[in-house]
């Protein structure tokens, strides 16, 4: 972005201080306290940068919440948006139009064969939704599977589907949902020693959970491909795929969330292809069309489908497929594809993220672990490498993580952070100048760090 005049910056910091005055008189902010925030004002975007409400420009390492995987403001799907609303706007999802049509297309190309059909929604917590209430018709049963350190998104049904605290004011523990522990052999609930055993141990327990709950009982198990608020805990193939044997076994829905895997982020088109599995459901949103517009949706399987075939589907909305929304996936599924952007996410993760955050995890005395693929690692921030105490309680944040925060914003760095984790998150194609420079950033404060107790 060019260098902008003093006149021209003066004019920005007018503008953003009366955006933040106004935000703060008027605009309610999900997941906090109201009266305790300090939001920072953005207010321009470009590439892999925000500038904030002084015009200083700061590397994003978050890709915001996960979702901007093609970065800010290509000009490509920029000019989708602005070309899809000279045509259209809105209709209503009752009426085919191109874009939506094309998106569709487009999606079940990457998806394996026999997933051929898209429903539309607004983002990833109500395709989970929706997906949730596909499998429990398609099955008639009632009850859903899903492992704690989880996160699906904050509507009614997905946030008690959530393993994480967030969910804990919203569940009455009346919504046919039930939690199991999934392999994370760092923090391992198996007292497991390895992989092997960690995949073993954790197939183990879930078989256990699914004999004690009554399989006639259970429509679906909810999987997040990776795990990404909660932790980007990568499990094995052969877990995924003794997961999907359970499935098969005893007639229960497997439904792989990509909402934040998906679209690139690992190093694929979809995360669940590391593992050589075929879900019978996909949900997805954020990377679709790296946010520009909200939108997500269900991929469901030829036999889920066959349920509605002759009986209708009990569920819509009114921005079922929004024509703005679908052109931004048009544009950016083909910029990803002509720009080669999945591969070079694969290639920085194991040539440059990886290397660099082990480095990192070797000299800093307060990191724990780090882990990923692709473009989607996570640091482990502990008091103590040997006793592995997170550097904030789970569930909460600390002063120390703060600071940690601070202080990469001081060198020009956003990071994205839960709890006592920083991830490692940058859009997938990332300029590899730009993401040295940000590693570079993360290994000066990281490694700097020396908290007492």
Known sequence: MEKLSDAELEAIRAESARAYDLDRAHVFHSWSAQRTLDPMTVSRTEGSYIYDGEGRPLLDFSSQLVNTNIGHQHPKVVAAIKEQADL?????????????????????????SGLDHVFFTNGGADAN??????????TGKHKVLSRYR??????????????????????????????????FLYRSEFDSTTEAEETERALRHLRRTIELEGPSTIAAIVLESIPGTAGIMIPTPEYMQGVRALADEHGIVLIADEVMAGFGRTGKWFAFEHFDIV????????????????????IMSNDIYDSFAEVAYPGGLTYSGHPLACAAAVATIDA????????HAARIGEEIIGPRLRQIAESSKHVGEVRGTGAFWAIELVWD???????????????????????LKEYGLV?????????VVPPINISEDDLEKGLGILDKVLTDLDFAR
Request: aromatic share 6%; glycine share 10%; net charge neutral.
């Open 415 to 423: 990071a994205f952070t839960n709890y006592h984790r920083i991830h």
């Open 279 to 298: 879900p019978d459901i996909i949900t997805f949103a954020k990377g679709v069309n790296s946010g520009y517009v909200p939108l997500g949706g269900v």
């Open 150 to 183: 989880s996160y699906h998104g904050g509507t009614q049904t997905a946030i008690n589907v959530t393993g994480d605290p967030r969910r804990w004011r919203n569940d009455l523990g009346d919504s046919g949902v039930v939690h199991f522990f999934g392999p």
């Open 88 to 112: 259209i706007c809105t209709i209503s999802p009752a009426h085919v139009n191109t874009a939506r049509s094309e998106a569709a297309r487009l999606i079940t190309e990457r998806t394996p």
């Open 336 to 343: 990803m594809e002509n720009e080669g952007m999945v591969e």
């Open 129 to 138: 939704e929706h997906a949730i209430r596909m499998a429990r018709l398609h």
């Open 385 to 407: 490498k040997e006793t592995k105490e997170p550097l904030a309680p789970y569930g909460a944040g600390s002063p120390e993580v703060a600071s940690v925060l601070a202080s």
